[in-house]
């Protein structure tokens, strides 16, 4: 569901807190999005404050994930290749590591 973008570390903590029912001073990244999906803010708690850390894509919109329930998860790399820009969906994510054969 696509945020309020005037909102800042208290209304995003609030929602965080009101909707999601999570603890926005736990350490997870949270990530807002614009309804265009061209802006997105991420907070975190980093262990003395809040961070707050926008972005706004110049062409194009955030591949945004799906979710059920209100709330996902994503990997690391899902969440910067997001952050990036980049449609994190057409991403071959490989179950074991990949050893190279000598030929």
Same mark, same amino acid.
């Given at each position: ?32 999005? /614009?309804?265009? =999906?061209? !802006? @997105? ?10 961070? %707050?850390?926008? +972005? *706004? ?10 979710? /059920?329930?209100? =709330?996902? !998860? @994503? ?10 820009? %980049?449609?994190? +969906? *057409? ?13």
């Amino acid at each position: 569901m696509p945020c309020d973008m005037r909102k800042g570390f208290d209304g995003l903590a609030a929602q965080v807190s009101q909707i999601l029912r999570l603890d926005p001073f736990s350490g997870t990244v949270f990530l807002f999005r /614009s309804k265009r =999906a061209d !802006r @997105l803010k991420a907070l975190v708690w980093d262990g003395s404050g809040l961070c %707050l850390y926008a +972005k *706004r894509l110049e062409h194009g919109r955030f591949v945004w994930p799906r979710a /059920s329930e209100g =709330a996902l !998860r @994503l990997s690391p790399a899902q969440l910067a290749m997001l952050i990036e820009g %980049l449609d994190w +969906k *057409r991403a071959i994510v490989h179950s074991e590591p990949v050893v190279p054969t000598l030929v």
